[in-house]
């Protein structure tokens, strides 16, 4: 069982960074991917970015490449995503989420690898 808390959010400006955090409880957190996922009013759950269990490989959705950096410290059980160059379309609740890293990497790209989820914090941009 592995227990996932976000925080970082907050209400920035166009143009403005935050930093998220994910803690994780459970000892077995170095053997999840880990992932973000994004949730606007009235729209899907997207992916954001993932990290492998290592933290050596990571993966993005094009429209934050270059702006945003996915991280990892196994020690202090924590995932981080690092937002730059924000957008008023980055409004959105974010969740983190562990899953096995048993599966193709091409599946981290879609929640249903994901078997648990914060409850997600809240990132707003201004413009």
């Known amino acids: 069982q592995v227990q996932l808390v976000e925080s970082g959010g907050g209400l920035v400006q166009a143009g403005g960074s935050l930093r998220l955090s994910c803690v994780a409880s459970?000892?077995?957190?170095?053997?999840?991917?880990m992932g973000w996922f994004r949730q606007a009013p009235g729209k899907e759950r997207d992916f954001v970015a993932a990290?492998?269990?290592?933290?050596?490989?990571?993966y993005y959705t094009d429209s934050v490449k270059g702006r945003f950096t996915i991280s990892r410290d196994n020690a202090k059980n924590t995932v981080y995503l690092q937002m730059n160059n924000l957008k008023p379309e980055d409004t959105a609740v974010y969740s983190c989420?562990?899953?096995?890293?048993?599966?193709?990497?091409?599946?981290?790209?879609?929640?249903?690898?994901?078997?648990?989820w914060g409850q997600g914090t809240q990132v707003t941009v201004s413009s």
């Open positions: 990290i492998s269990w290592s933290g050596s490989n990571t």
């Open positions: 989420a562990a899953a096995p890293a048993t599966y193709y990497s091409d599946s981290y790209y879609s929640p249903l690898p994901y078997d648990y």
């Open positions: 459970g000892r077995t957190f170095g053997k999840y991917v």
